[in-house]
């Protein structure tokens, strides 16, 4: 990560904060299945999972039959990518911390490049797009899964942004599960855009269950109550906001997070721009 990074600090907390993300990771597996069938990734492919996490979505490519490399901020996620590849001893991949708006990786090196709700949590959507898209081969595809505003855990991310601001001149995540946003930033430098909309379902007692298991895990809902454990009245009132927006989505002990995919081709007159 370079010295001359504006955004190094946030990088640096965010590093921490997704380090707890690992029990969470199970459940996004249907969605990492999705993702890959999704983005029709042919066996012997060279392919790149963006802010991998744990590797579900590296690791499916991987049964799948393609070569793949991983890499995420988090060293506790890699750590656990890692241990996760063990148990795929016969498949070819490759973890390494990273930041994904500065890609370790040679221009034109992938067939396809991946990311499950990772790259959309950079404070540059420029910058990791035009990363993703330098690393890819003219004629290769993109392809990621996002969160719309409007859905369950946009909802919930626009309210904690609400309470913890986002820093100065970064962007809401969520703009990244709008179709019209994510058409204007791809832009003349892909072809042939598809979206297609999925959902994965969260095994939970109840609503405070589930809301609970997200502020142990996910960073943003861990910085929220790190921010108000001094304030219990707040605190009390934001957790009942959260299980508010939840509840609608919570049936018989699961509960029902829709997101959005996204595919593309990197226009083939595209260069290293």
């Known amino acids: 990560m370079s010295q001359q990074d504006p955004f190094a600090a946030l990088k640096a907390v965010q590093r921490d904060g997704w380090s707890l993300?690992?029990?969470?990771?199970?459940?996004t597996t249907s969605a990492a299945a999705s993702l890959v069938a999704f983005a029709e990734i042919p066996p012997g492919s060279?392919?790149?999972d963006v802010a991998c996490g744990t590797g579900v979505v590296a690791i499916t490519a991987a049964l799948a039959g393609a070569e793949v490399s991983g890499?995420?901020?988090?060293?506790?996620?890699?750590a656990t990518a890692r241990c996760n590849a063990m148990l795929c001893p016969d498949v070819s991949l490759d973890f390494v911390e990273g930041d994904a708006e500065a890609l370790p990786y040679p221009d034109r090196?992938?067939?396809v490049v991946l990311s499950q709700f990772g790259h959309m949590f950079t404070p540059r959507p420029a910058v990791v797009l035009s990363e993703m898209l330098r690393v890819l081969k003219p004629g290769g595809t993109v392809a990621f899964s996002t969160w719309p505003p409007e859905l369950l855990f946009g909802r919930l991310f626009e309210f904690l942004d609400e309470l913890v601001p986002p820093l100065p001149g970064t962007v809401p995540s969520t703009q990244w599960g709008e179709v019209s946003v994510i058409r204007e930033r791809l832009g003349a430098a892909v072809r042939d855009v598809e979206f297609h909309r999925d959902e994965m379902w969260i095994?939970?007692?109840s609503v405070a269950h589930y809301?609970?298991?997200?502020?142990?895990?996910?960073?943003p809902f861990f910085k929220l109550v790190q921010k108000l454990a001094a304030h219990s009245e707040q605190l009390a009132a934001a957790r009942g906001q959260m299980d508010q927006i939840i509840k609608p989505y919570f049936f018989r002990n699961q509960v029902r997070q829709a997101f959005l995919m996204t595919r593309a081709r990197y226009a083939d007159q595209i260069g290293n721009e």
């Open 21 to 27: 993300f690992g029990p969470l990771a199970a459940f």
């Open 71 to 78: 890499l995420d901020l988090s060293p506790a996620l890699i």
């Open 109 to 111: 090196h992938f067939d």
């Open 46 to 48: 060279r392919v790149l």
């Open 203 to 205: 095994p939970a007692l």
């Open 211 to 219: 809301r609970n298991m997200m502020e142990q895990t996910a960073a």
